[in-house]
């Protein structure tokens, strides 16, 4: 077998597993919810009027090329999501191997970056923080160009930058990584390592997405947006329970294996793990310690960790720990909430193409169950999070009661409306505090007289209309 066939074997074979995965995986809970947003906007719904998404408008317009596209080729969304995926992280892969230039003989490097870009997100595969790291990989190649005094092509510096942009608009956060990388990149170059095309791109692509923003969706910027930074942003996961957030565990032991295993760091490796490090700051800063939000992390600093322990004098032990951190990256990347159960529960009871709404201030009980079963959607948002923040925020900031409670009296509208005008086949309520919130409310329990319990499965209550 010859070298080249070898290449190309072992890319394919990263490839296929992935399209693998995608096939046998379970759908995406925040995906499956922004298609069905993106469906009702395509449709004639308004934005953050009619259907409310806690998301700036980029995490609904990521997926409208895949909704077009899957409605001319009779597909599904899902599956449409997933090839632009693949094919987008093979692009941004290829184009930061022209932009860094790295020798020929670095190419398994290029192997193990797709794998992290196909086959690391798992359940997270296809979500923003996926997209984003996607985007971002060009604009980071450029900064290892620049910080080694490589030319880079005006289109590259163009197209990276937009993609960069694009990255910040998906998820702002990242500019942590993006500002660790071009410190790195200011202090070898200077000021004209920093002054580059492909940092004017991507400053001008953000500006113009705010002025979209501004300009296209004004419910956003006057509605939703003061209520999530009331609301949803400031909660946060007690420090003790981020401290020991597999993401940051995780990372920093990447972290350690660069250190111990290969120094000085080389260029690509410091560019590389400074951005890690940077992301992981992101991680912290949003408080959520969800799996995602710690993707881009883990597949900077795990890739930088590989090639640091490639090139160590001792590569085993190196890739015997990056082995290890890659297995729990994996498992760590995969945990969802399984709702099998009572997505079989509802085909079963339910009629065909069921009307549904939840209660509940988890998004992962009605998304993707209700694509699964071929349903509708009928409730302004996924789920309760306002009183859920409310009710998380209200014993620690006593001085906003009267706004934080207002909040939450207008979900219990939206909600009860939404049953009455939407009249659902299937409620799905979460067994306990959440069934006993709603039926002690008069507004909703009146628009639930119409419904008997049929069923609990795996502590959700299943409602159908009598």
Not at 134 to 155: H, K
Not at 431 to 460: E, K
Request: hydrophobic share 55%.
């Amino acid at each position: 077998m010859t070298s080249t066939t070898a290449r190309i074997g072992i890319f394919a074979a990263v490839l296929l597993a992935a399209i693998i995965l995608r096939i046998l995986g379970p759908a995406q809970t925040d995906i499956a919810w922004l298609l069905t947003v993106g469906e009702k906007w395509l449709d004639g719904a308004q934005l953050y009027v009619d259907i409310v998404e806690t998301n700036p408008p980029g995490a609904v317009l990521l997926y409208i090329p895949a909704i077009v596209l899957a409605r001319a080729a009779d597909v599904t969304p899902e599956s449409m999501v997933a090839g632009l995926t693949l094919l987008g992280a093979c692009a941004s892969l290829w184009l930061a191997w022209r932009i860094a230039r790295p020798p020929e003989k670095a190419w398994p490097a290029a192997a193990f970056a797709l794998g992290l870009l196909a086959i690391l997100p798992a359940y997270a595969f296809g979500e923003r923080d996926h997209a984003a790291l996607i985007f971002l990989l060009p604009v980071l190649a450029c900064y290892v160009a620049r910080a080694t005094q490589r030319p880079v092509a005006v289109w590259q510096a163009l197209v990276a930058g937009l993609c960069g942009g694009l990255a910040l608009c998906l998820r702002p956060h990242d500019v942590l990584a993006l500002a660790a990388a071009l410190v790195f990149v200011g202090r070898r170059g200077g000021w004209r390592a920093v002054l580059t095309t492909e940092n004017a791109a991507l400053l001008v692509t953000d500006l113009a997405y705010a002025m979209l923003v501004w300009s296209t969706f004004p419910a956003y910027v006057d509605d939703v947006l003061p209520l999530v930074a009331a609301v949803y942003a400031p909660v946060h996961r007690p420090i003790g329970a981020m401290l020991i957030n597999p993401t940051l565990l995780i990372g920093l032991a990447a972290l350690m294996g660069i250190t111990v295993f290969h120094r000085p760091w080389p260029v690509p490796v410091a560019a590389t793990a400074l951005a890690g490090l940077g992301a992981l700051a992101a991680m912290l800063l949003q408080g959520k310690g969800w799996p995602y939000h710690g993707y881009p992390a883990l597949a900077l600093l795990l890739f930088a960790m590989g090639c640091a322990s490639w090139a160590s004098p001792h590569r085993l032990a190196g890739l015997t720990l990056l082995a290890v951190l890659l297995g729990l990256a994996y498992a760590w990347m995969g945990l969802r909430r399984d709702t099998d159960a009572v997505t079989a529960a509802v085909a079963q009871l339910a009629p065909r193409h069921p009307r549904m709404i939840a209660i509940s201030p988890d998004i992962a009980l009605g998304q993707p169950l209700t694509r699964t079963v071929n349903g509708v959607w009928v409730g302004t948002s996924w789920g309760e999070w306002v009183t859920d923040g409310v009710t998380a925020l209200l014993p620690g900031e006593p001085e906003k009661r009267h706004v934080l409670e207002a909040y939450a009296a207008r979900e219990r509208q939206t909600l009860a409306s939404d049953i009455r005008r939407g009249r659902p086949d299937v409620v799905l309520i979460e067994h306990g505090a959440w069934s006993h919130w709603a039926f002690s409310d008069p507004g909703i329990a009146r628009a639930l007289d119409a419904y008997h319990q049929v069923r609990t499965v795996s502590r959700v209550e299943i409602w159908l209309r009598k």
